[in-house]
C-alpha cells in the first residue's frame, strides 16, 4: 500500500524558515517524479514544486522560486521542501504527491499545515 | 502560464446530473484530470485523461474534452458526491507543469 507522510509543519513568524519532509512507502520511490501542491484556508489547489526522479529537474511556482527548496534522497525514500523567508501568503496545507505517470497525481499524504504568523 | 477556468459552485438534487465545467485555451488538446476533495481531506483522483475512471471509483463519474472546455459530468448524484472538485492538465511545454483549475463546489440539494 502506497504510504506518503508529510511531517514539519508548524507555527512560524515571517521571514522563519521551516523544512517539510515527506516519507514514502509501498513503492519504488527512486524512480518516481514528486510533487509538492497547497492549499491556503479555504482556497484551490495550487503546485508548488516538482523534482524529477534524480533531482536533476526541478521546477518551481513563482510565488515560491528562490525562496523554497526540493530535494529528495532516494536511499531513504525521502521528499523534502526547505521554506525559507515564509510569508503570511505561505500559510497552507502543503501536500506531497506523484503519480505512476507523471502527468496525474495519483497518490497524496494527508499534508501538513504550515501557519505563518506573528 | 495556462489558466484553467471553473464555476465556483454547482447546485444539484439527489438522482440527477452534475456538470462541472473547466475552461482553457484549445484545451481539447492536452489530457485532462479530475480532483474530488471533500472537507478536511486529501484531494482523490476521480478521472484522469480526459474519461478513464481510476480503480474503485463509481461509473457515475465520467469525463469529456473537446475545443476549450472540458467536463466532469457525475450521474445519479448522491449526497457523498458533495465535495471541491478540480481540474488539473500538464503543460509539457512549461516548467510549471501541473496546472489546476479554480475549483467548484458541488452542493447536493
Known amino acids: 500500500e502506497v504510504q506518503l507522510v508529510e511531517s514539519g509543519g508548524g507555527l512560524v513568524q515571517p521571514g522563519e524558515s521551516l523544512r517539510l519532509s515527506c516519507s514514502a512507502s509501498?513503492?519504488?520511490?527512486?524512480?518516481?517524479?514528486m510533487t509538492w501542491v497547497r492549499q491556503a484556508p479555504g482556497k484551490g489547489l495550487e503546485w508548488v514544486s516538482y523534482?524529477?526522479?534524480?533531482?536533476?529537474?526541478?521546477y518551481y511556482a513563482d510565488s515560491v522560486k528562490g525562496r523554497f527548496t526540493i530535494s529528495r534522497d532516494n536511499a531513504k525514500n525521502s521528499l523534502f521542501l526547505q521554506m525559507n523567508s515564509l510569508r503570511a501568503e505561505d500559510t497552507a496545507v502543503y501536500y506531497c504527491?506523484?503519480?505512476?505517470?507523471?502527468?496525474?497525481?495519483?497518490?497524496w499524504g494527508q499534508g501538513t499545515l504550515v501557519t505563518v504568523s506573528s | 502560464s495556462y489558466v484553467l477556468t471553473q464555476p465556483p459552485s454547482v447546485s444539484v438534487a439527489p438522482g440527477k446530473t452534475a456538470r462541472i465545467t473547466c475552461g482553457g485555451n484549445n484545451i481539447g488538446s492536452k489530457s485532462v484530470h479530475w480532483y474530488q476533495q471533500k472537507p478536511g481531506q486529501a484531494p482523490v483522483l476521480v478521472v484522469y485523461?480526459?474519461?478513464d475512471r481510476p480503480s474503485g471509483i463509481p461509473e457515475r463519474f465520467s469525463g469529456s474534452n473537446s475545443g476549450n472546455t472540458a467536463t466532469l459530468t457525475i450521474s445519479r448524484v448522491e449526497a457523498g458526491d458533495e465535495a471541491d472538485y478540480y481540474c488539473q492538465v500538464w503543460d509539457s511545454n512549461s516548467d510549471h507543469p501541473y496546472v489546476f483549475g479554480t475549483g467548484t463546489k458541488v452542493t447536493v440539494l
Open positions: 523534482i524529477s526522479s534524480g533531482g536533476s529537474i526541478i
Open positions: 504527491c506523484y503519480g505512476d505517470y507523471v502527468y496525474y497525481l495519483d497518490y
Open positions: 485523461d480526459d474519461s
Open positions: 509501498g513503492f519504488n520511490f527512486s524512480i518516481y517524479e
